[in-house]
């Protein structure tokens, strides 16, 4: 059988999954590595780890699949690496995107005037999060780096990339659009690298890849005997935007994985927000580069992951939807996940996680439950962020590992009072890089996609006087409070 290859290298895992031609999924394999967290806010990656992870998912499905039509790979965006351009051997660590040690660096940035230029010209804001800090840490404190940098020793990428180096031998050095888009060091009205940025942060252009469309032939990966087209990269919210097919200005999903993203396509316009939302690239695909608003939530689940792993609340992170409380009752418990700051629209670097209200009568269902409602008012704030920026959420479709518990997007649905949309297939991110694999060697067109587009979803209807305005207040101003105490 025919197949196109989805390699979904993400922030804990990497999967990589087998489709046939109407997008079935055939065959998957996935695999969990852990991150590292050498300081407060620091959060990284051991890119042999990663690597790893990825050739053991790989290999597997290549050789159940013989017949491979191209591949396309979908990543963790912003995540940074920086590697040797000889011997393509990483000189420091992946550092993650959820990372925050460059806080005081984007500070004298901002002191210094630069942020109004660096909103006007990538559409994001001058923060961590973002790519470009990354670097020029990573330059400035690996002894030897900046010289070896400014000698064109160096290359930089985020992990699309990275990917694409390691598996090429070195033959393929560069990135899509939308990933590009997301380093802030990449001006998305022309398109292009921009001079003024990369000496804002002090990044040599000789250390960035050549940025494609995300439907180009980007060259072939090697893997023992085997060559497969590389005809699809993307990055993974972008990626989930077109698994969704939200092809049309207005259009918006919503991505609960490690962290969540809401993404709504606006077309050619470009829509700079003035509430703490981004602007960024949707797509690349079929000469067509339209403009997404993004809201950001660092933490989605890494907080059940938190739960499982170090509270040791249950065994599994499936087993968490029996902890649940369905009414959406914490008894007064309040839940912050400010593990590494909060996001949009709030955008705190310093903020940590806290629980708030706990007495001698709370309860472990308490404790979950409030940890869930604190993601769900993380999506009433990027709400109205959206809102004040003239965009109302008429539909939410959302996919993701958590749009998988019934009682999560139950009460979602409850506290955003509308329908909750969730698609037969919780692989948006895996499927939205197939379909760009798909559309660069050209098996289907858009057309066709929207023709087919899935009828098949659970719709979640809100119900009457579940959610409790006064609960989410409380939430809001304790989380006032403590953005007070990190202002």
Known sequence: MTALIAIDQGTTSTRVVAFDKELNIIYSEQKEYPLLYPNDGWVEIQPDELMNSVYSTIDPVINICPDILSCGITNQRETTLVWDADSGEPIYNAIVWQDRRTADYCLQLKQAGYEEIIIKKTGLLLDPYF?????????????????????????????????????????????????????????????????????????????????????????KLKRGDRSIQITGVIGDQQSALVGQRCFKPGQMKATFGTGCFLMVNTGSKSLQSTSGLLNTIGYGLSDNIPYAIEGSIFSAGTIIQWLRDNMEFFANSSESIKFLEPTGQSNGVLFIPGFTGVGAPHWNSEIRASFYGITRDTTKTDMITAAFKALIYQVMDIRKALQSDGIEI?????????????????????????????????????????????????????????????SDATIYKARNKIFDPMDYAAWTKFLRVLMDEYH
């Open 131 to 219: 790519s470009s800090t990354k670097v020029s840490w990573i330059l400035d404190n690996v002894d030897g780096a900046r010289a070896r940098a400014e000698a064109g020793r160096l290359r930089f990428g985020t992990v699309d990339t990275y990917l694409m180096w390691q598996l090429s031998n070195g033959d393929i050095f560069k990135t899509d659009i939308t990933n590009a888009s997301r380093t802030n060091l990449f001006n998305i009205h022309t398109k292009t690298w921009d001079d003024e940025l990369l000496k804002i942060f002090n990044v040599p252009a000789s250390m960035l890849p050549d940025v494609h469309s995300s439907d180009s032939n980007f060259g």
């Open 394 to 454: 008429n539909h939410l479709s959302i996919d993701g590992g958590m749009a998988g518990n019934p009682f999560f997007c139950q009460l979602l649905a409850d506290f955003l009072g509308q329908e909750v949309s969730v698609p037969a297939s919780l692989e948006s991110t895996a499927v939205g890089a197939a379909i760009t694999a798909g559309l660069g060697s050209n098996i289907f067109s858009i057309n066709d996609l929207q023709e087919k587009e899935s």
